[in-house]
């Protein structure tokens, strides 16, 4: 698919701005644009939550005063993200039209209030949307300040799994089951409603999931996470189809982090650019690396929807307000991040908000301006930093992108079917298994790509998935294909376990042949059934997931040392055409996975980006050029402390200029951008 491209000054750096909260100061209005060019921004996102200042009256539109400034911004080399204003409705929307409101899985419709607190199926939410973007693409679609159309904001965030359950869904989930099943045969069948005699014979008796009624149809509740999921996808592409009535723009919405709701994998093909809004916890842990891991993850997920950068649409330069503690960023974290971000394919630092707010909801969340108003304090100064590098990086960095030969599979539906598998451990977390995995190669400072089961293997070295307990219907044979071809394949616990309408396989589960084994049960250990097993001369600690399994083909390289599966296969491996297939039959630690995986990834000639050992808490990106000599590294310090390592060959320090070789010293939170010399 083609994408549209962004007509970019260089780097983004900015944020969220949001002048209506203070068109009554243009004093204010005026010295935003002094502090902005003290810290380098060039580019905004306006509009954002502007419908009540756009359209104060159901069909009056009120534009001038956005023009205005961003015509004020463009004069001064400030360019706009503007957004379509659909976050929040305005007040007279829910007086006038109530029936645009959410309802609950309970059947009780919502207040007036919060954002996304409309119902994504209503023809009345989607004509007042149609008709204002129209207007916007009209207005501002070809203005030279302009350089991208920022879709609404965070669909689905502030209200519970972003469903809604009213009336017109539930005829609209109909109607969908409908074009996709056929028959209720067909549906009876692949829900297995037979069970409890929930058979259904008649379309009308069918509702969405609820406490107050059927929620534990695991095929039911899963159709109804697609429905949803591709109902707002619906309504976002009924946006850009507005907004590009008058546009050539390229389009983008920010999407969210862990976000279950929404099959983001899907919605990547809607958009010309991929954005997210980072917000990681730091400073909760024992240490950063946690914390480190999982943004990276998540970066890394974004860049792979499409292969090319992303952009980092929101992140906070100081505090949330929102988590249980919202600690501060310690002096030097911000541009760590911000780096990081960088490093792993952003194109963009951007925050939220550019100005704190007086008040309501988010008053106390971090801003670039707080409310001293100060461009002499320590979050201020970080931000004038971070910008000013990033104008220098930019010649060396927009030609470049991260290129992995390594994939870990993260799929929503089998998200989705894990959460209501009603099995194993209500403790089990499939991301924080997906992160394990992810930490090795986080650690070697090894590029990854995160991706669904829906996308193309062959491009890569070696492919981990884990606890992939649905499978697709066609994901078996392109494994096959690929492992067949010469790929190494790495599988885990309970995968292959049910289909994609959550129906268990009858027999012989999808993958057994490729693995060369058999799956015989599965068993949740706890503290009063300890177990061990072995990986080549080590021990190592089970984790409360232990299948036990029967070798076709397949040799075993690990046993179970205790309990009732003692010396039967924990890690085991297979052959297969040009390539391997590893099975990892127990939930393992760390200290395994730092073993096994390096040999896996030996296996696969996969090379880090360093051939030089990372210290604990150190590791390095490499943003790939068209040219080996283009390629830029990140080296990244997430140590609360400084620490030494040793650098094999010459590199020179793009921010200083400074040569770079032998042992060198990276202070806390550092991270130095080089190249080859």
Not at 11 to 29: A, F, K, M, V
Not at 92 to 115: A, F, H, S
Not at 646 to 662: A, F, H, S, W
Request: net charge negative; glycine share 6%; proline share 4%.
């Amino acid at each position: 698919m083609e994408y549209k491209k962004i007509n970019m000054p260089g780097l983004l750096h900015g944020g969220d701005y949001n002048p209506e909260q203070w068109l009554d100061r243009p004093d204010i209005l005026e010295e935003d644009i002094r502090l902005m060019k003290l810290v380098h921004v060039n580019n905004v996102s306006l509009g954002i939550f502007s419908w009540a200042f756009l359209e104060p009256e159901e069909g009056k539109y009120q534009f001038d005063y956005l023009e205005e400034i961003i015509n004020r911004l463009y004069d001064n080399g400030i360019y706009t993200n503007l957004a379509t204003p659909t976050g929040a409705m305005p007040n007279w929307m829910t007086q006038k039209y109530p029936e645009v409101m959410q309802t609950d899985e309970n059947g009780i419709q919502n207040l007036p209030g919060k954002r996304h607190n409309f119902c994504y199926t209503s023809a009345v939410m989607r004509e007042k949307t149609r008709k204002l973007d129209l207007k916007l693409s009209e207005r501002f679609g070809k203005h030279p300040g302009v350089i991208l159309w920022h879709i609404s904001n965070e669909y689905g965030g502030n209200f519970r799994d972003a469903s809604c359950h009213c009336e017109e869904c539930q005829k609209a989930f109909r109607k969908w089951l409908k074009k996709k099943y056929k028959t209720l045969d067909a549906l009876n069948h692949a829900w297995w409603s037979a069970f409890w005699s929930h058979t259904y014979t008649d379309w009308e008796q069918i509702h969405s999931p609820s406490p107050r009624g059927e929620d534990e149809l695991h095929g039911l509740k899963l159709d109804w996470k697609r429905f949803v999921s591709e109902q707002l996808q619906d309504f976002c592409r009924e946006e850009i189809r507005a907004v590009k009535t008058y546009s050539d723009l390229p389009v983008t919405t920010n999407m969210m982090m862990y976000f279950s709701p929404l099959d983001y994998d899907k919605w990547a093909k809607e958009l010309d650019v991929i954005s997210w809004d980072s917000y990681p916890s730091w400073h909760t842990k024992e240490d950063e690396v946690p914390i480190a891991v999982w943004a990276a993850f998540m970066h890394n997920q974004m860049r792979g929807f499409q292969k090319k950068p992303f952009l980092m649409m929101e992140s906070t330069p100081s505090l949330v307000n929102w988590d249980e503690e919202n600690n501060v960023k310690r002096p030097g974290m911000n541009y760590l991040s911000s780096m990081q971000a960088i490093a792993l394919g952003s194109n963009s630092v951007l925050y939220f908000q550019w100005r704190k707010s007086r008040g309501s909801s988010e008053k106390f969340h971090g801003a670039v301006v707080g409310h001293d108003a100060s461009e002499k304090n320590r979050v201020f100064q970080e931000v004038a930093w971070i910008g000013k590098d990033l104008e220098k990086l930019s010649s060396q960095i927009l030609s470049t992108c991260n290129r992995a030969k390594v994939a870990i599979i993260m799929d929503w539906e089998n998200w989705w079917a894990l959460s209501d598998a009603q099995a194993i451990s209500r403790k089990f977390d499939y991301t924080e298994e997906l992160l394990k995995y992810y930490r090795v190669f986080w650690e070697k400072g090894i590029e990854v790509d995160i991706i669904s089961m829906d996308r193309e293997l062959l491009d890569y070295q070696l492919v981990v998935a884990p606890t992939l307990y649905l499978h697709k219907k066609e994901y078996i044979h392109k494994v096959e294909a690929y492992v067949e071809a010469g790929g190494i394949y790495v599988t885990t616990y309970w995968s292959g376990v049910v289909n994609e309408t959550d129906l268990c396989f009858i027999g012989e589960r999808p993958h057994e042949r490729l693995l060369g084994l058999s799956v015989d049960e599965i068993d949740v250990g706890n503290e009063y059934f300890p177990n061990t097993f072995s990986y080549k001369d080590g021990v190592y600690k089970a984790g409360v997931l232990r299948e036990v399994v029967t070798l076709q083909t397949a040799k075993p390289l690990g046993t179970y040392l205790q309990d009732y599966n003692v010396n039967t296969p924990a890690i085991t491996e297979n052959a297969y055409g040009k390539g391997k297939a590893y099975y990892v039959a127990v939930q393992p630690d760390l200290e395994f996975l730092k073993e096994f995986l390096g040999d896996v990834i030996e296996e696969a000639n996969v090379e880090a980006n360093l051939t030089e050992t990372l210290p604990y808490g150190v590791t390095v990106s490499k943003r790939s050029g068209k040219e080996q000599k283009d390629d830029v590294y990140f080296l990244q310090n997430f140590n609360r402390h400084p620490v030494k390592m040793v650098l094999n060959e010459c590199y020179t320090n793009l921010i200083t200029d400074e040569i770079l070789t032998g042992s060198i010293k990276l202070q806390t939170y550092q991270c130095i951008v080089m190249q080859k010399k």
